[in-house]
């Protein structure tokens, strides 16, 4: 049995460019992984067997991991059934990349599994054909990403830095978020001095999906406000939400039934998975 750690990812800023013809939207964010993770378990078997401690996620072929698992049967050609356990951590529709890190855990699970015959550069290709955020995992845990998320640039860690993931119980649909995303109703602000900015250690989180996430859940821009107020510098939502991220010093306030956790940045090593 392997046991693997499979981080949520928070995008520090998100610039959604223009529509494509194929429907998806070409981005440039600088994504991030974080601590906050679910652990997977994984052995090979007869048949693909996929299991949770979570009701709230699909165990059959529609889960991102047996997606994983088909991706590499058809790309190798080997033969194998995948029984996976999955223990959530991560909430899900929550723009913290749960199912695509699940995703990206599972195919270099299966690589370790038969003794490494694919490099982890050709894996992360692999990944961009069930999904957008997959290939991104493949990095050391930071990098600029365009296309539609799956060109990845690596680049050097960031200062560690631990924040705040809170999220409404209400969880939010990306296709939805994106399609109702208008380029007019956002500033046209240049995310390669984004990027600058961030690098030279004066950073300014934003997220142009809120603007489409707040007109479908507006109590969720109340929270952000409501967090502001709480003392958090800055307050950004990470991907196509529901969750945000609280930076600076601020103390949550109490909030039943929503999901507030501690987390920071994690990098991994070229040569091992995130621990
Ligand atoms: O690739 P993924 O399955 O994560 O994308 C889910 C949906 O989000 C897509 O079907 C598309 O509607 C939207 N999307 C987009 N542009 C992106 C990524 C996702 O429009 N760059």
């Not at 058809?74 to 991560?90: D, S």
């Not at 999906?209 to 409501?226: G, I, N, T």
Request: glycine content about 6%.
């Amino acid at each position: 049995m392997l046991t693997l750690r499979s981080p949520a990812k928070v995008n520090l800023f998100l610039r959604v460019l223009e529509r494509r013809p194929d429907g998806y939207h070409n981005l440039a964010s600088l994504f991030q992984t974080i601590s906050l993770s679910d652990q997977l378990h994984f052995s090979l078997d007869e048949k693909d067997l996929l299991t949770s401690n979570s009701s709230h996620i699909p165990l059959d072929h529609s889960n991102l991991i047996l997606k994983a698992a088909n991706l590499f049967r058809q790309k190798t050609g080997y033969q194998f059934g995948l029984r996976a356990h999955v223990e959530k951590n991560i909430p899900i529709q929550s723009g913290l990349g749960g199912g695509s890190s699940n995703a990206a855990t599972t195919l270099w699970a299966l690589n370790a599994l038969f003794k490494n015959p694919v490099t982890s550069k050709e894996l992360a290709s692999w990944a961009a054909e069930i999904g957008s955020d997959i290939s991104f995992f493949f990095s050391s845990g930071t990098a600029y990403c365009t296309g539609r998320g799956e060109v990845v640039e690596e680049l050097p860690s960031l200062a560690p830095t631990s924040f705040w993931i809170i999220k409404p119980p209400e969880g939010l649909s990306t296709a939805v978020i994106y399609n109702n995303f208008k380029p007019h109703l956002v500033p046209a602000r240049d995310p390669r001095s984004a990027l600058c900015d961030c690098l030279a250690g004066n950073p300014q989180y934003f997220n142009d999906l809120e603007v489409p996430a707040f007109a479908a859940l507006p109590s969720l821009d109340v929270l952000r406000k409501r967090l502001l107020d709480a003392g958090f510098s800055q307050v950004v939502m990470s991907g196509s939400g529901s969750s945000l991220f609280c930076i600076g010093h601020g103390t949550p306030p109490d909030l039943p039934n929503y999901f507030c956790k501690q987390t920071h940045f994690l990098n991994r090593h070229s040569d091992s998975w995130y621990s």
